[in-house]
């Protein structure tokens, strides 16, 4: 397949079991790859072990290129480029909003999620032994939040959002800072998650997945049981028609930074920003429409890509082309909130 082509987009996951061999194969053939994984082991593995033998092919391998993490890596870029100064902080928080039959995920994602936490330390390892210096940061630094608190503009609840965003942003904001020299951007990623019924549903769905992923025996009643450990948000049918006719996402990004002239150090931001990205369904729409338009970006938008190839993140790769606005165009919608000097 790879010979045969251009560009193969791979859809199978868990990636940290079926990606590595599509990678290779695409390498060797000096055919690029972009995949949707939401998994930042494999994708961070990726990097380490092929980006080099990329470069030196000029082919682009690009993970996390679906729902996972496209809104969330171009979000930042967008908001930064949208800000009338200096970016310096970002927060995002995702709502998903459901019809009236709710929601459904397929097991393919629990099994990742499963198999990621199980596995946390050679993530950890890996880490470390990457032995990467710490980016810097300009201005205030971003508060994490509590692992539940209130959003009064979004009226909700929300907690940490456990997907692969944090670490493609952060790996994207290295990239920029050290190949483009942009300052970087601290980023923090949160889901909202309604009242406070929700939240104590979620907790103990949380605690109870925490507690069974650190043994074999309960990662394998995890996979076996989807839908009774998620509390019915994950099984092996997946979402139905209805429920992906009806469901859509909105990502809310709240920027801070700095005016022109003024100075970062030993002063508050004094700019704020609010971006939207806005979608259809995320696990199948939305992701089916970021994949094709990065592939589509990849063939017709070269000239705007980094110049040698390699592994990349979405930003990384499509920081300087035109895939926002081919997003913007096939219902993946970018947008201004708000921008205003505190």
Known sequence: MAKKTTVVLNC??????????????????????????????????????YHEKAAEKGVYIIGSSGFDSIPADLGVIYTRNKMNGTLTAVESFLTIHSGPEGMCIHDGTWKSLIYGFGDYRNLKKLRNEANLKPLPIIGSKLKRRWLVSYCRELRSYSI????????????????LHEQLELSPVQYAAYITVGGITSVIKLM???????????????????????????????????????????????????????????????????????????????????????????????????????????????????????????????????????????
């Open 12 to 49: 199978v996951g868990p990636y940290r079991l079926y990606g590595e061999p599509v990678v290779k194969a695409c390498i060797e053939n000096g055919t690029s790859c972009i995949d949707i994984s939401g998994e930042p082991q494999y994708l961070e593995q990726m990097y380490w072990k």
């Open 204 to 342: 103990f769905a949380g605690l109870f997945f925490l507690f069974f992923v650190k043994f074999s025996i309960g990662r394998q009643l995890l996979i076996k049981f989807p839908w009774l450990f998620s509390f019915g948000y994950f099984s092996k049918q997946g979402p139905t028609q209805k429920q992906i006719d009806a469901s859509s996402f909105t990502m809310t990004f709240f920027g801070q930074g700095y005016s022109q002239g003024f100075s970062p150090e030993k002063n508050k931001p004094n700019i704020r920003i609010c971006t939207q990205v806005k979608g259809p369904e995320s696990g199948y729409v939305a992701t089916s429409i970021a994949m094709v338009q990065a592939a589509m970006t990849l063939l017709n938008d070269a000239a705007n890509l980094p110049k040698a190839g390699g592994v990349f993140t979405p930003g990384a790769a499509f920081a300087r082309t035109k895939l926002i606005d081919r997003l913007n165009l096939h219902g993946i919608e970018f947008t201004v909130i708000s921008s205003s000097e505190v």
């Open 160 to 175: 940490p959002f456990m997907g692969s965003d944090v670490s493609v942003v952060k790996r994207t904001q290295r990239y």
